[in-house]
């Protein structure tokens, strides 16, 4: 339940201040549902990998999460989401 108002509380915030989207469509926001359910999975399996398969500490998994996902979600969303918005 937190991850869904999560994703509203993301989709809201990028599309009107970081994006700045003119029009909201419904392929837009299944597209935005598809990237941060993408993140999560993303950020499951690199935990997964770093504690589970390579026995690391946590801590280097939560560090690698940290930075890749963010940078990879906002990419995604910046050329696949909302590549008809006017960011700038």
Do not use: E
């Not at 392929?27 to 941060?36: D, G, K």
């Amino acid at each position: 339940v937190a991850f869904v108002c999560a994703v509203c509380v993301t989709y809201l915030g990028q599309s009107f201040w970081v994006f700045r989207v003119p029009a909201h469509s419904l392929r837009q926001v299944l597209n935005f549902m598809i990237s941060a359910g993408a993140g999560f999975a993303a950020n499951i399996a690199i935990m997964a990998l770093v504690t589970g398969v390579l026995d690391l500490h946590y801590h280097i998994g939560f560090a690698i999460v940290t930075v890749l996902i963010p940078l990879c979600t906002f990419v995604a969303n910046k050329f696949w989401v909302f590549a008809h918005g006017t960011y700038k």
